[in-house]
T-cell receptor, first 114, second 114 residues
Framework: GENVEQHPSTLSVQEGDSAVIKCTYS??????FPWYKQELGKGPQLIID?????GEKKDQRIAVTLNKTAKHFSLHITETQPEDSAVYFC?????????????FGKGTTLSVSS | SAVISQKPSRDICQRGTSLTIQCQVD?????MFWYRQQPGQSLTLIAT?????????ESGFVIDKFPISRPNLTFSTLTVSNMSPEDSSIYLC???????????FGQGTRLTVV
């Protein structure tokens, strides 16, 4: 079945540095890859997503890249701030249409120290 | 993006009892999903809530344990039946579908079974 692997499980950076989280997926028919930020006691918040018809998408300090051939996608956060500290999850839609059922990675706990 | 409201936000229940969780969306959505997030873990899809027909369950989840209703395009319920301590988790409602901007989550229901 579809599988999404996420690395690293924890990531510690200094404020102002960049953070990169990587995910791989197994189902080549997957075409929708969202990233979520989850703060303690809250539901996952969609922060950026990418569809398989593009290779990169940016939104201010956040960017996502997708390599369909290698079946991996990455989240890049630049100029990190303490409020970026949270658990980040990648996901893929396992071959279904965009916006439908998702398979999640195991999460990355990002700590940004000032 | 859709605004998703879940009730209750948290509950403590006795083993052997059942709890029904409600999910209300502020607009009509094609697809609604229910996920479980066990403590410190990632999200796992329980089922797709289909409007007007039975829910579609993922492997490892069955209707007798997690009955789901979807009476219209803005509302769904998930019942956790005959609860045991192993059912202690966060239960999350999600919406998405063809043409939607993404897959969004409610704040979740934190369930503790004692």
């Amino acid at each position: 079945g579809e599988n999404v692997e996420q690395h690293p499980s924890t990531l510690s950076v200094q404020e102002g540095d960049s953070a990169v989280i990587k995910c791989t997926y197994s189902d080549s028919a997957s075409n929708y890859f969202p990233w979520y930020k989850q703060e303690l006691g809250k539901g996952p918040q969609l922060i950026i997503d990418i569809r398989s018809n593009v290779g990169e998408k940016k939104d201010q300090r956040i960017a996502v890249t997708l390599n369909k051939t290698a079946k991996h996608f990455s989240l890049h956060i630049t100029e990190t701030q303490p409020e970026d500290s949270a658990v980040y999850f990648c996901a893929g839609n396992c071959g279904r249409q965009a916006g439908t059922a998702l398979i999640f990675g195991k999460g990355t706990t990002l700590s940004v120290s000032s | 993006s859709a605004v998703i409201s879940q009730k209750p936000s948290r509950d403590i229940c006795q083993r052997g009892t059942s709890l029904t969780i409600q999910c209300q969306v502020d607009s009509q959505v094609t697809m609604m999903f229910w996920y479980r997030q066990q403590p410190g873990q990632s999200l796992t899809l329980i089922a797709t809530a289909n409007q007007g027909s039975e829910a579609t369950y993922e492997s490892g989840f069955v209707i007798d344990k997690f009955p789901i209703s979807r009476p219209n395009l803005t509302f769904s319920t998930l019942t956790v039946s005959n609860m045991s301590p192993e059912d202690s988790s966060i239960y999350l409602c999600s919406v998405g579908g063809t043409g939607d901007p993404g897959a969004f989550f409610g704040q979740g229901t934190r369930l503790t079974v004692v």
